[in-house]
T-cell receptor, first 116, second 112 residues
Framework: NAGVMQNPRHLVRRRGQEARLRCSPVKGHSHVYWYRQLPEEGLKFMVYLQKENIIDESGMPKERFSAEFPKEGPSILRIQQVVRGDSAAYFC??????????????FGEGSRLTVL | QQQVKQSPQSLIVQKGGISIINCAYENTAFDYFPWYQQFPGKGPALLIAIRPDVSEKKEGRFTISFNKSAKQFSLHIMDSQPGDSATYFCAAEGGATNKLIFGTGTLLAVQP
């Protein structure tokens, strides 16, 4: 059984370039969450998506960041015009029917973005 | 209101000792409190979770103690082993909050 698959695992970009991070949830899971982890910090919520819908994007920076979870294919976290402060580990997690009372959250191994 | 405060930031315990990590929250609507374990280079994985209708939950060497009135919960690792060395995150969810809010993590090192 494949868990949450994230790629690329490591990504290096120069300032001003675009970064695209992909996440394939556990088979049968329709809820996807993106978290960002900075060194010596916790996991910061970014966005919560269900198929074709953004449910909660309260943790997403207003500019340069976007996320989607299309009907077919993986969820994509897109960062335009990257800056050094975007360097972090980005984790995707999926759940069958939402977290907490309805389902466990399964995490991928993360995509580590380095901005030069 | 949405924060979960975790302490200590790091912890060193001798093999066989008890590791204790504490978390506190403000939002009384939270009703689900999991702990996640993360090894270097890996994603977090659910370790154990509790709901506020019980004050304690034990799974093997891992125990969550929950104090609803104080809005605090803690993870106890009994007979700590070097293989337990990892980063531990507490989290909370509930009410209008539709996602897990994580603490800042505790780096545990168990010395042989």
């Amino acid at each position: 059984n494949a868990g949450v698959m994230q790629n690329p695992r490591h990504l290096v970009r120069r300032r001003g370039q675009e970064a695209r991070l992909r996440c394939s949830p556990v088979k049968g899971h329709s809820h996807v969450y993106w978290y960002r982890q900075l060194p010596e910090e916790g996991l910061k919520f970014m966005v919560y998506l269900q198929k074709e819908n953004i449910i909660d994007e309260s943790g997403m920076p207003k500019e340069r960041f976007s996320a989607e979870f299309p009907k077919e294919g993986p969820s994509i976290l897109r960062i335009q015009q990257v800056v050094r402060g975007d360097s972090a580990a980005y984790f995707c997690a999926s759940s069958k029917s939402g977290t907490g009372s309805t389902g466990e959250l399964f995490f991928g191994e993360g995509s580590r973005l380095t901005v030069l | 209101q949405q924060q979960v405060k975790q302490s200590p930031q790091s912890l060193i315990v001798q093999k066989g000792g008890i590791s204790i990590i504490n978390c506190a929250y403000e939002n009384t609507a939270f009703d689900y409190f999991p702990w996640y374990q993360q090894f270097p280079g890996k994603g977090p994985a659910l370790l154990i979770a509790i709901r506020p209708d019980v004050s304690e939950k034990k799974e093997g060497r891992f125990t969550i103690s929950f104090n609803k009135s104080a809005k605090q919960f803690s993870l106890h690792i009994m007979d700590s082993q070097p293989g337990d060395s990892a980063t531990y995150f507490c989290a909370a969810e509930g009410g209008a909050t539709n996602k897990l809010i994580f603490g800042t993590g505790t780096l545990l090192a168990v010395q042989p």
